[in-house]
């Protein structure tokens, strides 16, 4: 009974126990307010734990690996959760941004974004991170590769991004900013323009991120030229450069890219080129080896990177008008890069308020009258020849292609024309050749009697008896040589025209992809030193029509007899193996040329022969002439002293011979 009421009372109190509970039970909104309460308690705590995990990560970091680039490989960052790691390195880059840049640190972070403006003549892409023209694609222009190799469509990259910008030093409390590695602000957005049509862009970096303290770069483009605008605008800056600085170094590098058929050739044609104020221009000297360096003690007019066939220009409106500048040159280490420029320039600075150095940019082709029409002498870059006879010759030459070009032709039919041309210009010099050739031919009877008629010791005396003869019949043995020696200039001049003729670049020809490179038949599986790995077909019809042709006109060389003309006949015959070793690996246009020249000497020499000499009549004149009393000449007098001199000589020698 006792155990019967001890349970009764237990099971009340449970059941008073769980109405008093549900009783007392918080409503809904007091459960909602409670757990806001506990979140922002925990929140909190976990902010003040985070922020002191993130001070604690950088003091270590810092204390430990100063240099961000190791930061970012260390252990210590790598451990860190995501969110806090960027957190973490973009404190520290600050950090030591503020160490290194002074009053430039705060644009070290930021945002790196490209902007393009596409006109007429190329697609420039901008960015932000270091205000530079990141890449300069050339519209309507391709690379050898691209074209004829990989076979696709694709503009043409003026130079390689990674390797190429402007660097502004910007010396501030007693540290040196790079503008190539800040973070510029800009408003600019992508665009497209044409014609008549311009667009500005501005980048900034500001000082101590005050709005009035900044340097500036502005370009301004034009939907059809080659040419911009290049502004380096320095506003409120003159309490901000320490003090003494007179000139803020200005380096301007440019990676190329190889463009063309042979790197080899491209390096061979590409170099520095600079103006000083009075129009001289020059170049860095040097081969296509190693680095050149080149010190410049003079004020600059403009600076020029010139490629084979393009080239990247920087021209201040009142030059550079520093005393000391260097300039280098770096061959490419690959296959696929050509050179690499720098030139360490510098901008004048006077502490004003506000301070502009302007600039035009060329960014274009090496074509000779596009250069020629700014009128600032960039077209002297492009050799067409040292001496100033060929030079002459050459201008001569480039304004007979733009002729026969704004008329459409193909450039082919463009070569036969300049080819008919010259043979016609030089038309009086190969026919008085082809004359001295019948004489020396009709002579030879006459110079073989002499050969019988003097033993082999004599041949002094046999010489004088030629000469003799020669002066009778009114015949010069240089007449033949002299108008040979006149047309020198004209080959030497071709030889310095086609390979950098840009009208022939990518102009192809039969066999031929390109008229400035060689054209090949076949692709050999090994290479023969001096000749290369090819065959070119252009090249091997020259040597064959130089053959014939030297085989024709041989007879002046047979006439004269003797041990030096069988010499002077080998190496007739030499020349034209030598010309095949060299234009085998030369521009296909320079083969063009020589083997149509070739051709058209050997129709003249046979119309010549046929119906322009009467050899009858021209050995009656000969006869004629051997009956007068000859004139001698200054030079056959100078001749014969010569050989008396030289018999008396021998008769000196052989007498003391005989004393002893």
């Known amino acids: 009974m006792k155990d019967k009421k001890t349970l009764i009372g237990i099971g009340l109190i449970v059941v008073i126990m769980i109405v008093w509970g549900i009783w007392m039970q918080p409503s809904k909104e007091e459960r909602q307010r409670e757990a806001a309460i506990k979140k922002h308690a925990l929140d909190s705590t976990n902010a003040a734990n985070r922020e002191k995990f993130i001070q604690d990560s950088i003091e270590l970091v810092k204390a430990n690996l100063p240099d961000t680039n190791a930061i970012i490989k260390d252990s210590a960052i790598l451990n860190l959760p995501d969110s806090i790691q960027e957190i973490v390195l973009d404190s520290i880059k600050l950090a030591n941004a503020k160490n290194t840049m002074g009053a430039f640190a705060s644009n070290a972070t930021g945002e790196s974004r490209l902007i393009t403006v596409e006109t007429e003549k190329f697609l420039l892409t901008f960015n932000t991170k270091g205000g530079n023209i990141h890449r300069a694609q050339l519209i309507g222009h391709q ?65 101590n991120n005050d709005s009035s303290k900044y340097l500036e770069y502005v370009y301004t483009i034009s939907g059809n030229d080659y040419m911009i605008n290049f502004d380096v605008n320095m506003v409120g800056l003159d309490k901000v450069i ?40 020059r170049q860095v000297k040097g081969g296509v080896k190693g680095v050149k360096d080149r ?53 004048p600075y006077n502490y004003a308020p506000k301070e502009s150095f302007q600039m035009r940019m060329y960014l274009g082709t090496n074509h000779r009258n596009t250069l020629k029409s700014y009128h600032i002498g960039l077209a002297k870059q492009i050799d067409i020849g040292q001496f100033f006879l060929i030079e002459w010759i050459n201008l001569g030459v480039i304004e007979v292609f733009n002729f026969f070009a704004k008329a459409g032709m193909n450039y082919g039919i463009i070569i036969i024309m300049l080819t008919l041309i010259i043979k016609l210009i030089t038309m009086p010099l190969i026919y008085k050749t082809f004359v001295s050739s019948a004489k020396m031919r009709l002579l ?45 200039p004209i080959l030497f001049a071709m030889i310095a025209f086609f390979p950098a003729a840009f009208e022939l670049r990518q102009q192809g020809l039969l066999w031929a992809n390109d008229l400035t490179t060689y054209d090949s038949i076949l692709d050999l599986p090994f290479n023969i030193p001096a000749y290369g790995s090819h065959v070119s077909l252009f090249a091997l019809l020259m040597t064959i029509t130089t053959i014939f042709y030297t085989k024709m006109n041989s007879s002046q060389m047979t006439a004269t007899g003797g041990i030096q003309a069988q010499q002077m006949k080998i190496m007739m015959y030499l020349m034209p193996v030598v010309f095949l070793i060299f234009l085998n690996s030369y521009s296909a246009a320079l083969s063009y040329y020589y083997f149509l020249s070739n051709l058209i000497s050997i129709l003249l020499m046979l119309f010549i022969r046929r119906f322009m000499i009467d050899e009858k009549k021209l050995h009656s004149q000969i006869e004629e002439n051997k009956k007068k009393t000859p004139k001698k000449s200054k030079w056959m007098g100078r001749m014969e002293e010569i050989q008396k001199a030289r018999q008396e000589q021998l008769r000196q020698q052989q007498k003391g011979g005989k004393k002893k």
């Open 295 to 347: 010190e410049i003690k003079f004020p600059l007019k403009w600076v020029s990177f010139k490629q084979q066939f393009f080239s990247a220009a920087l021209i201040p409106n009142n030059g550079f008008p520093g005393n000391m500048y260097t300039m280098s040159t770096i061959p490419g280490l690959k296959d696929d890069a050509n050179k690499k420029f720098e030139a360490e320039l510098a901008i």
């Open 444 to 488: 030879k009877p006459d110079i073989d009697a002499l050969g019988e008629k003097f033993k082999p010791e004599e041949a002094m005396q046999k010489q004088q008896a030629v000469m003799q003869l020669y002066r009778k019949a009114g015949v010069s043995p240089l007449s033949g040589c002299i108008p040979a020696l006149l047309q020198m």
């Open 143 to 207: 690379s050898y590769k691209s074209r004829f190799v990989d076979k696709k469509k694709d503009t043409l990259d003026l130079f390689i991004p990674e390797e190429s910008g402007f660097n502004t030093y910007l010396s501030t409390e007693g540290k040196s900013a790079e503008s190539n590695i800040l973070f510029f602000t800009t408003n600019a957005k992508s665009t497209k323009i044409k014609g008549s049509e311009t667009t500005k862009l501005s980048f900034k970096i500001f000082a």
């Open 242 to 281: 320490d003090p003494g600085v007179n000139e803020l170094p200005f380096t301007w590098t440019m990676g190329c890219p190889s463009q063309e058929h042979k790197v080899s050739k491209e390096r061979e044609n590409s170099n520095i080129y600079y103006s000083d104020m009075e129009g001289e221009v």
